[in-house]
């Protein structure tokens, strides 16, 4: 189940990505956030982003949340791109260190980041993202590190 767990994270990283390749506007769409929630998100989903982010510390929850997730990024970020450098195996979740590009909206200001998030992943649905800077205080709430 492990692996199935990384690859279930692994293709939302890949679907995110492909939508700004693809150039389209990232705009959350009802009929996209519908299919990521059917192909990949239990219904009760959450995020969770720290004080240290750019956006600030949040909480989105369920489909509803996870749009205003959506459309608060694409009002801030012209561009937004997530470059994967590892996935972890965290029993019920995936720990995944990763890079972030991002361009301002309204000023085309190019930011990046390093940051770290954990997945759970429970019955090949993903129940929550928690992101982190800090890639210690990551793997210590993976249970990967204490």
């Known amino acids: 189940m492990p692996q199935e767990n990384v690859e279930v994270v692994r293709s939302l990283y890949a679907e995110w990505n492909g ?6 506007p990232l ?7 519908d299919r ?4 990949f998100l239990d219904e009760h989903f959450e995020v969770q982003l720290p004080a240290d982010y750019p956006e ?3 909480v989105f929850r369920g489909r509803e949340g996870f749009g205003e997730f959506i459309a608060r990024i694409a009002d801030a970020w012209r561009k937004w791109r ?4 590892r996935f972890l195996d965290a029993d019920d979740g995936v ?3 990763l890079r ?4 301002g909206g309204a000023s085309q200001v190019p930011i990046q980041f390093e940051t770290t998030h954990v997945w759970t992943v429970r019955g090949g649905r993903v129940k929550s993202l928690r992101a982190y800077r800090n ?3 990551a793997l210590e709430a993976a249970g990967l590190r204490g």
């Open 100 to 103: 972030i590009r991002a361009e």
């Open 95 to 97: 720990v995944v260190f």
């Open 82 to 85: 997530f470059e994967v450098e």
């Open 19 to 24: 939508l700004y390749e693809s150039g389209l």
């Open 36 to 39: 990521v929630f059917r192909d």
């Open 135 to 137: 890639r210690s205080q």
């Open 56 to 58: 600030g510390e949040q």
């Open 27 to 33: 705009r959350p769409m009802p009929d996209e956030i």
